[in-house]
């Protein structure tokens, strides 16, 4: 079972970095919105309510990982119906290979890509002048709960894959990846967010895993915000999981 | 000169095929200015509370943005389209039509400028209905010619992308070239609110002309003085992007 979740994730990871078209845009959209928003908005951290920050792009940077997660999640989905698309996945369910493993391989890769796209957006953030306030445990912070969240988006965009089918129909959910974006605190603090967007915030576990990798970055390590960040990670990372193995008993059934 | 108008008709009537051909294809490109003109104004909302912001609501201020940014995804598409084309052999095809390199780029780009008013009417028709003031006819008619300039120049865009790597995997590429063109501009903040490095993009990004030239009919009076600077900058963009299409056309085939 381990060596072929292994042996699956390693080929998840070596072609995604033969098709670097495929990733790019990973980091380079929530790279061009975290300059946008930072550029254009920088003045808002003077309205009343704001909580206080050195600078806005402090508090973006916990926005653009975690943007840059969700079209991680999008990427690994595309990379899982390409297989289906190309044979590959019918190949891999003839072997003898335990089956769950084939979600697990993909899922393991994208929380290797979450590592690389936790630790650009950190680069990119200290080299622009965003300080990291809670120092090395507030990275290792920042990274645990990117991973955790990249890996559920990974199985999240898997078992949509699965479901689907067909690469189109997963890459025609990228509007939808800033849907659930927009419905929660990751741009902007809850308390100056537009009704009834702050109330749905509330209960988006994408606010929690927000202002979990936020509290590190842009105010002081906290034990609660980190918690309650990496529970609301864990937890819809372990629903995508059993999402995913869902999904692929009943392709497996239909097969 | 019929025969070749009708041609550019022929292929603009194909284009626009498109839409019902493969919705999935463009539903995203249809609803994605809409969702990020209403999921912007819910976060971003309270920035119109700011002093110097000139408008009392930020929605409205974001639907012209919007309007652009249709425009823009409708000129990515139509290069992803021409590369898919380019991939399936059927714009070698074309290529053996009897018909000069400009008659081909001018139905590719004059199906574009079409389909750009689709994601736009959608736009302003939940706009309208969330309370956004009708800006008047006229200078709805000026958004739509600004729009469909956008369209045409950003197709321009994608054509020549499409044509240098004749591949569907540039797609990236061509939305990036628009995503970049018209958001950074003044599309958040009006230019005295953004930061320096922005203001000084803005200011000679041509795109940020032409926003504002949509953007006056929401926001104030339409004025001659915001007028002229956007028909000016479209139509530049469109001889600029417009002249490398056609060469691009021209090297195909030999």
């Known amino acids: 079972m381990k060596a072929a979740v292994l042996g699956l994730a390693r080929r998840a990871l070596r072609n995604s970095a033969r098709k670097p078209q495929f990733l790019a845009p990973l980091v380079i959209f929530p790279t061009l919105f975290l300059a946008l928003n930072v550029g254009g908005l920088e003045r808002t951290t003077e309205l009343p309510g704001f909580p206080r920050v050195d600078g806005f792009l402090d508090f973006q940077l916990a926005a653009a990982i975690t943007q840059s997660l969700l079209l991680g999640g999008v990427a690994a989905g595309i990379a899982v119906a390409l297989d289906i698309e190309g044979g590959f996945f019918d190949r891999l369910i003839a072997s003898p290979i335990p089956r769950v493993a084939i979600v697990l391989g993909s899922v393991l890769a994208a929380g290797v890509i979450a590592v690389v796209q936790v630790a650009y957006f950190l680069v990119l953030g200290l080299a622009f002048g965003a300080e990291i306030k809670g120092g090395v445990v507030g990275v290792l912070a920042v990274l645990a709960i990117g991973v955790v969240a990249g890996t559920g988006f990974g199985a999240l965009g898997v078992m949509i894959a699965l479901r689907a089918r067909n690469a189109s129909t997963v890459q025609g959910i990228f509007p939808i990846v800033f849907v659930v974006l927009f419905v929660s605190s990751a741009f902007f603090p809850e308390n100056l967010l537009s009704s009834p967007v702050d109330s749905l915030a509330a209960y988006n576990p994408l606010s929690y895993i927000a202002e979990g990798m936020r509290q590190p970055i842009a105010f002081a390590n906290e034990a609660g915000p980190f918690l309650e960040g990496l529970a609301a990670a864990a937890g819809m990372t372990a629903v995508a999981i059993a999402l995913s193995v869902m999904a692929l008993r009943g392709r497996l059934r239909d097969a | ?254």
């Open chain 2, 1 to 254: 000169m019929t025969h070749e108008l009708r041609m550019v008709g022929a292929l603009m009537r194909r284009g626009l095929n498109e839409i019902l051909r493969v919705p999935g294809g463009a539903v995203p490109g249809v609803l994605a200015p809409t969702i990020f003109m209403l999921g912007l104004s819910a976060v971003f909302g309270r920035a119109a509370q700011l002093p110097g912001f000139d408008a009392t609501d930020f929605r409205t201020f974001i639907v012209p943005v919007g309007m652009l940014q249709g425009a823009g995804f409708t000129g990515a598409a139509t290069g992803v389209n021409l590369a898919r084309d380019i991939e399936q052999g059927w714009f070698d095809r074309m290529l053996l039509a009897p018909a000069p390199r400009p008659v081909l780029l001018a139905g590719v780009v004059g199906s574009a400028c079409l389909r750009s008013l689709l994601p736009a009417t959608f736009l302003l028709a939940v706009a309208f209905a969330l309370g956004v003031d009708w800006p008047g006819l006229l200078e709805l008619a000026l958004a739509a010619v600004l729009v469909m300039g956008l369209a045409a120049a950003m197709a321009c865009w994608g054509v020549v992308i499409a044509l240098r790597f004749r591949t569907q995997q540039a797609a990236p590429l061509m939305q990036m070239g628009s995503f970049v063109a018209v958001l950074f501009t003044t599309a958040y903040a009006p230019r005295e609110l953004l930061s320096d490095w922005l203001r000084a993009i803005a200011d000679v990004n041509p795109v940020t002309h032409v926003l504002e030239g949509v953007r006056q009919g929401f926001v104030g009076d339409v004025t001659w003085a915001d007028t002229w600077p956007a028909l000016v900058s479209v139509t530049g963009l469109v001889v600029v992007l417009g002249a490398l299409a056609v060469r691009g056309m021209r090297r195909q085939g030999y």
